[in-house]
C-alpha cells in the first residue's frame, strides 16, 4: 500500500504574524511549524505503515525551508518527501495550490491520499477536496477514524458531521482529510532525528508538474484577490460592573443588548 500525505508549514502564531505589502503573509519572516491537522494525517498513515507495511510519502508546497516539516515527517517514520518550490508558485490561493499539488502527486503512485482538513493560516477546508477534484478521485472529508481493507481495497471512516457523525466507506485511490483530533501524533526518536538529515528530499519546481497550465498556479492563476489585511486588532478597554443585584445586573445586561442592536 501506498500513502502520500500533504503537509503545509504555517506559521506560528505564538510568534506573531507578518504580512507583505501586497496583503499576503510573509512567510520567510516568521517562525513555522507543521500545521497540526496534518500531523495528525500524517500519524494517520505511520499507523497504517506500522499495520500493514504501507510505504509512507510526504509533500508540501512551500518556500525552501519548508524541507523542516519533511524532515519532522522523516524523523517520526516517513519514507519519502517531496518539496515543490518555485518563485511562480509564490502568492497562490486554495484553486492554484490545489493545482499545483495535484500535479506533483501525478507524479506519484498512490492508493490514499492524507491531508489535514485546513491550514491555521487560512481556514479555508478548501485545499483537500479540490485536490481530489483535479485528480477525480473520491473524497471523505473530516476524518475522526479511518479503518483500512487492503484485500477489499477500501477504507472506511468516521467523519464528523455537526452533533453526530456518518460512516463513509470508499473504494481506493481516495483522499482523506483529517481532523486534529483523529489521534496524538507520535514524537519524533532521537535516531528518527540523525537519519532525517541522512535523508534526501526530493526538490520538485514548475517544470515538474503534470497537466497544470502557467495561468492556473500562482499569483497568477488565483481567482482569489486580498482586499486588505492586518495583525489581531487589539480589544478596547472593557467596564467593569458589579450590580447590587441580581434584577440591576438583568437590567444591565438588556440594556448593553438592546444598545448593541442585539435585540
Not at 173 to 179: A, D, M, N, Q
Not at 235 to 256: F, L, N, R, T, W
Amino acid at each position: 500500500m501506498k500513502v502520500v500525505v500533504c503537509v503545509k508549514q504555517v506559521p506560528d502564531t505564538k510568534g506573531g504574524v507578518k504580512f507583505k505589502p501586497d496583503g499576503t503573509l510573509d512567510r520567510s519572516a516568521m517562525l513555522a511549524i507543521m500545521n497540526p491537522d496534518d500531523k495528525a494525517g500524517l500519524e494517520a498513515a505511520l499507523r497504517l505503515k506500522d499495520e500493514y507495511g504501507a510505504e509512507v510519502s510526504v509533500v508540501t508546497m512551500g518556500l525552501p525551508k519548508a524541507d523542516a516539516v519533511l524532515r519532522e515527517a522523516f524523523a517520526m517514520g516517513a519514507d519519502k518527501g517531496y518539496l515543490v518550490t518555485d518563485r511562480v508558485l509564490g502568492g497562490a490561493d486554495t484553486w492554484a495550490t490545489s493545482t499545483t499539488l495535484a500535479g506533483a502527486l501525478r507524479n506519484l503512485d498512490y492508493d490514499l491520499i492524507i491531508t489535514g482538513r485546513q491550514a491555521i493560516d487560512g481556514d479555508t477546508a478548501q485545499v483537500g477536496p479540490q485536490i481530489s477534484e483535479h485528480l477525480h478521485i473520491p473524497v471523505i472529508s473530516y476524518a475522526e477514524d479511518i479503518k483500512v481493507n487492503p484485500e477489499e481495497g477500501t477504507v472506511e471512516v468516521k467523519r464528523q458531521f455537526e452533533d453526530r457523525y456518518h460512516i463513509v466507506k470508499a473504494k481506493m485511490p481516495c483522499l482523506i482529510t483529517c481532523l486534529s483530533e483523529l489521534n496524538e501524533p507520535r514524537y519524533m526518536t532521537p535516531g528518527g532525528i540523525f537519519d532525517a538529515f541522512q535523508k534526501d528530499v526530493t526538490v520538485w519546481g514548475r517544470k515538474d508538474l503534470k497537466d497544470v497550465k502557467d495561468e492556473d498556479i500562482g499569483k497568477v492563476g488565483s481567482p482569489t484577490q486580498i482586499a486588505k489585511a492586518s495583525d489581531k486588532v487589539a480589544k478596547g478597554k472593557g467596564e467593569q460592573v458589579i450590580p447590587d443585584s441580581p434584577e440591576e445586573a438583568v437590567d444591565y445586561i438588556m440594556g448593553k443588548l438592546d444598545e448593541k442592536h442585539v435585540i
